[in-house]
DNA sequence: TTGTAGGCGTTATCAT
DNA sequence: ATGATAACGCCTACAA
């Protein structure tokens, strides 16, 4: 099997007896080129079998294209939505995408993040690891006037586009919600506080407690790491044990919430009259559960187009300031039977 | 905010007063450069903050360090974790990965393989759209020496890489196992059938049927497009209506298995005695659905990174043979109560 | 409407 | 052990 070497503009300019500079604006409609010769160049493109090189085209106007996307593993429902939006909008627009995973380490998102901009990039969306507290190596996109849209976990301070949910007001109005299907003991599964969007959570839960009059009982707290569904069930199976055990569970995600339902079912009680649960994310797990659990709905999808959008009309106008532009979008209590009082 | 210019090679060279050459050799640890000079280089590329540009590098050799992905879309289980696993084992070699996504559509794919050329990636993983029935746009890749891999869903002749599970086997083993628990009128919810991932589970659903003296009734396999829960609805309905009900299901996946628990408990039927239900795939639902569905497992993750490495070891011995090679994956029958008589 | 020519950043080849 | 130079394929002033 012989390779063969690849067509290029000059092989079909000498074909053609054209200059090299006519083919390559033929091949993009350029409005100075007569209909007659791109009809004839697209034609001989075609027959030569020539597919551009973006790669020159990308060294050359230093551009590439090409959106990267980094964050902390695809296989996670919220994220793999997340990215489709980001995709289907990339592709659009003639972007392609680089997906990139740090496994929620800070070396990895620093490494990856260097690896990006090796690519020339031209735009980045990262919703950041876990452990990610300092996030200067994202300095040398803005520096080069790069976008770069943090999406869902973004950090507190820095001067860049966000998209992301008011995670403050979902966690009052799920908690909320639970108040008024009557529970007075409402226990809250909260993630990793370091990560603002479960620390805005809770805050909102602790918010609407006050707010009803009801004591915020710190028993009732249990700090996550990874909000896994193991970690779900040990926190479930602790607060069921309580002598006073709680009446209501607000999750910052469905699978510790799937997990609390499994185990409050095992143990014979009753949801949502013994124990009302809410999740977070509307995984599809949730409406597949018995009962079905009540969650907030987190528009992945959207979320994801919107970025790739940020990112693309960053490029388009050509900014050239350094704004701070926070997006929110909206997410709503869906109520299932595993909250559903009355 | 000013853009300041990138750092390359060449700048480094005029302030260490050394050839450009020099430069490159340094930062890739050449053996011919001494261990001073290398030290040298790569402290003053530190200070100045050199990002090396592999557009250029790409470019000069040809080759990009890139691995293209074409699937149907990313937000399935199955195929995130399959991204997941091809994007670590690439990571772990220096690889980027293109992620684009068919939405099962013939033309897109063909669009984006081509746009996937363009891009000069080093080598391609794709599963096939459900569309897809003609492959002839992927002969571009084989002409240039481009590993090519297809997984999961592959066509049924191209002389490649194939990377899958022996589905034939999955659907007598699956099959088998729900006469083993003692059903005698087993239905079938296929996928469809030009995809040979479907057809296979098909063929071995049968054979098995034949084989322990069943009878083959052609009312009791449904033809799926989509295989969607709305899909798996109806059929189950069609199925639980009829004169002679079924006693066993074997789903091509789990969301329409999960339908027909849900359509079987409305109705009042009992799992597993009334029916037996088996999936395909041990998504994420089948272990947290009551009862558990049982199903066959499909080695996600595992696929994708066999699938990555095929391509880095092609590219590594750079053969120039175009060998067919098939790769199967083991599968497993995975007992939960959807299906345990006994 | 089309042509000329230089350069994007890197690396491989050949020389020193 | 290091240097000089050409080439990868394309685009864009500028010129004609």
């Given at each position: 099997m012989k390779e063969t070497k690849d067509v290029t503009i000059y092989d079909i300019a000498e074909r053609l007896n054209l200059a090299t500079s006519t083919i390559s604006r033929a091949l993009k409609d350029h409005h100075t080129i007569s209909a007659k010769t791109i009809k004839k160049v697209k034609k001989m493109a075609d027959e030569m079998g020539y597919r551009p090189n973006t790669l020159a085209a990308g060294l050359r106007g230093n551009k590439t294209k090409t959106i990267g996307v980094l964050i902390s593993?695809?296989?996670?429902p919220f994220i793999s939505s997340l990215i489709s939006g980001i995709e289907e909008t990339a592709q659009k627009a003639g972007y392609n995408v680089i997906i990139t995973q740090s496994h929620d380490s800070y070396t990895d998102e620093v490494d990856l993040a260097k690896a990006l901009y090796s690519s020339r990039v031209s735009g980045i969306i990262c919703s950041l690891?876990?452990?990610?507290?300092?996030?200067?190596?994202?300095q040398q996109f803005m520096d080069k006037n790069i976008p770069l849209v943090f999406v869902d976990r973004v950090p507190k301070e820095f001067n860049t586009y966000r998209v992301m949910i008011d995670n403050y007001s979902a966690g009052y109005k799920a908690t909320k919600h639970l108040i008024e299907q009557g529970c007075k003991r409402i226990a809250h599964f909260a993630g990793s506080q370091h990560r603002n969007t479960y620390s805005e959570r809770k805050r909102g839960y602790v918010d609407a407690l006050i707010e009803y009059n009801l004591p915020v009982d710190e028993d009732l707290i249990i700090n996550f790491t990874t909000m896994s569904y193991e970690e779900g069930e040990k926190a479930s199976n602790y607060l069921f044990d309580?002598?006073?055990?709680?009446?209501g569970i607000f999750s910052s995600n469905d699978t510790a919430a799937v997990s609390a339902i499994q185990c409050a079912k095992k143990r014979g009680l009753k949801i949502p009259q013994d124990v009302a649960i809410i999740g977070f994310n509307d995984d599809p797990i949730a409406s597949i559960i018995d009962p079905g659990l009540s969650t907030i709905t987190h528009p992945a999808v959207k979320m994801g187009q919107t970025s790739a959008k940020k990112i693309l009309s960053h490029l388009k106008s050509s900014k050239k300031d350094n704004l701070t532009e926070i997006t929110f979008l909206n997410t709503e209590v869906l109520v299932r039977e595993s909250s559903k009082r009355k």
């Open positions: 593993r695809i296989n996670r690891a876990m452990e990610t507290r300092d996030t200067s190596h994202f309580l002598a006073n055990p709680p009446d």
